[in-house]
């Protein structure tokens, strides 16, 4: 959700972003010309960051349209990438840039579907400038899910990459922004190896369960070194290794995989299993020590029909012959809970035993005795 600082005025035009460095996403309205940018406390619009010069840039109205006009700042303003020295028009899902903090241009307008596709263009814009600086200062906020015994006691952690970068706040954004600069295996190294970092205060023998994007597997030998890099950052951390279930059918590559992990002392976790084609058969060549059942089997799964629940059942039953943990993903209701005990599952995941948070906040609700 977006705060809106309320600003009197009259003009349409209005900014949204990361006003200062990891504070919620904000808009302003344009309500004066000019309109000053810059790090003083004293101008229009005061951006928190070092980068910015203290005037950076002026935004300036003339009828319809919106001008910004940099005042000689140190570091540049950019519009779209590109920096703009002269008066520069704006238009509505523009990008302009004062230093490091990029804000997007908007207008309280009904939107049309030309426009739509002019904010989905500027949302992938914005995620590629975001992304650079991700990847050069590591700025991801790892969060934690708990992951419990159907006793509904906590033993181990799944971490999870987030951001407070405007525009690359969640997984999806992220990897979309790194699919385009074939960057996804580095990224994924980097959310790994943060959240092993940031988790170190958490509870030393609980498992943190880490995970891998598909892009890893194609090179097992870079694949080895990230691990190796894992375990020298958590060398007494239990850890395992989530692989999504889609990528886990080549029994000649997970072998591969197995061997190293079993030498770095990392557990294996095949993820999403049910999303797609079951493939039990094929896991079976290298079995995991975890399989987690896809949230597509399991939620309703109390109030299911008959039939569901037997085949839930069944194959929980195969995956427990197989010497693998069954592993419940996305349990929301206290029914799902208790018709997951029913079939047998060791252990479950899910907003029911608690939603992902940053390691600092999981220790402060055990300090003050929350569950």
């Given at each position: 959700m977006i705060d809106t600082l309320t600003i009197t005025g009259v003009s349409d035009w209005k900014l949204s972003g990361q006003f200062e460095e990891d504070s919620p996403v904000r808009q302003v309205l344009i309500d004066r010309t000019p309109f000053v940018v810059g790090r003083r406390?004293?101008?229009?619009?005061?951006?928190?960051?070092s980068s910015v010069s203290g005037c950076h840039a002026e935004l300036l109205t003339k009828g319809d349209q919106l001008f910004v006009h940099d005042l000689g700042s140190t570091n540049g303003t950019f519009v779209n990438g590109v920096r703009v020295n002269d008066l520069c028009e704006l238009n509505p899902g523009d990008l302009v840039q004062f230093a490091q903090v990029v804000l997007r241009v908007g207008v309280d307008k009904p939107a049309t579907q030309?426009?739509?596709?002019?904010?989905?263009?500027?949302?992938?814009?914005?995620?590629?400038i975001q992304f650079d600086k991700l990847l050069a200062e590591r700025a991801v906020t790892p969060h934690y899910q708990p992951i419990v015994t159907m006793q509904r006691q906590t033993f181990a952690y799944e971490a999870l990459g987030r951001s407070k970068l405007f525009g690359l706040s969640d997984p999806q954004t992220m990897f979309s922004a790194a699919a385009v600069l074939n960057l996804e295996a580095e990224l994924s190294r980097i959310l790994r190896d943060e959240a092993l970092r940031d988790g170190a205060p958490l509870p030393g023998n609980h498992l943190l369960f880490v995970n891998t994007h598909p892009s890893e597997l194609e090179d097992t030998g870079l694949l080895?070194?990230?691990?190796?890099?894992?375990?020298?950052?958590?060398?007494?951390?239990?850890?395992?290794?989530?692989?999504?279930?889609?990528?886990?059918?080549?029994?000649?590559?997970?072998?591969?995989?197995?061997?190293?992990?079993?030498?770095?002392?990392?557990?294996?976790?095949?993820?999403?299993?049910?999303?797609?084609?079951?493939?039990?058969?094929?896991?079976a060549d290298v079995p995991p020590d975890y399989l987690k059942f896809d949230i597509s089997l399991i939620r309703g799964l109390g109030s299911a029909p008959r039939e569901r629940q037997n085949m839930v059942a069944r194959l929980v039953q195969m995956t427990i012959e197989l010497g693998t943990i069954p592993l419940a993903e996305g349990v929301e209701t206290q029914s799902d809970h208790e018709a997951c005990q029913q079939m047998s599952f060791a252990c479950a995941q899910g907003f029911l035993y608690g939603r992902p948070a940053s390691a600092g906040k999981i220790l402060g609700l055990k300090d003050t005795g929350a569950s």
């Open positions: 406390r004293d101008v229009s619009l005061t951006l928190g960051n030309c426009q739509t596709m002019q904010n989905d263009s500027s949302d992938r814009a914005l995620a590629l080895e070194l990230s691990l190796r890099e894992a375990r020298e950052i958590a060398p007494n951390r239990p850890i395992v290794l989530e692989i999504h279930e889609a990528t886990a059918t080549n029994g000649e590559v997970m072998g591969q995989v197995r061997e190293i992990l079993n030498e770095l002392c990392i557990g294996l976790a095949y993820d999403d299993f049910g999303a797609g084609q079951a493939r039990l058969v094929e896991m």
